[in-house]
């Protein structure tokens, strides 16, 4: 099992330059978040919750505390996963923007997306987001990413994998209230669930 994060001070090195041929997608799950909190918390929570879920489902599980190991070159462990996953799960919240190494991971998981839809991308909200940020619909299911990289703008209006309440409302994960924590997490390995093994084709954004 493997899992990425989002590191600051990385410099880009040639292991991040796109290939004219990318590796075969495998079924996969690749958890994208700012090492802060809540967001690290919060993903270690999502990852113990997928560990038996993957397997099940015959996907490998990416997230960089538990796949990297200290001899292995870090960016082209996580350049290789980034590649190969068939569903991006970004953890979103205000400090995932503010880190330029998140942004290059999910930049590049969208020129992937935009090539030739062999990923799928998830979104998580995990905290309040700022709406500098991000343009809620009037629902509040979906939106739209505000952002001056043209690639991020171009996802167009987005939808979430949740965590959603009763009334099917977007909510951010009560990483601050263990019990409904653990349920909420429960929901989006589910919602995973419905989409992870299939060919990703032209779902990408879209969970």
Request: hydrophobic content about 40%; aromatic content about 10%.
């Amino acid at each position: 099992m493997r899992h990425g994060p989002c590191v600051p001070g990385r410099d880009e090195g040639p292991e991040w330059r796109m290939n004219a041929e990318l590796p075969v997608p495998t079924p996969g799950v690749f958890l994208s978040y700012k090492h802060a909190p809540p967001t690290t918390g919060a993903a270690r929570e999502l990852y113990t919750a997928l560990v038996p879920a993957c397997e099940a489902w015959d996907a490998e599980l990416f997230m960089d505390e538990q796949d990297i190991e200290p001899a292995d070159l870090f960016d082209a462990v996580i350049v290789d996963a980034l590649d190969r996953c068939s569903d991006f799960v970004v953890l979103l919240s205000n400090s995932y923007w503010s880190s330029a190494y998140c942004r290059k991971e999910l930049l590049r998981v969208l020129a992937r997306f935009e090539r030739d839809r062999s990923v799928r991308l998830h979104f998580v909200k995990v905290d309040e987001l700022d709406p500098n940020h991000f343009s809620f619909a009037k629902d509040r299911a979906a939106g739209r990413i505000i952002s001056s990289e043209p690639a991020v703008q171009r996802i167009g209006d987005v939808q979430f994998l949740g965590p959603f309440d009763e009334f099917g409302r977007l909510v951010r994960l009560k990483w601050d209230q263990p019990g409904p924590l653990s349920d909420q997490i429960g929901q989006l390995v589910q919602r995973l669930g419905r989409v992870v093994g299939k060919p990703p084709g032209g779902a990408g954004r879209r969970a």
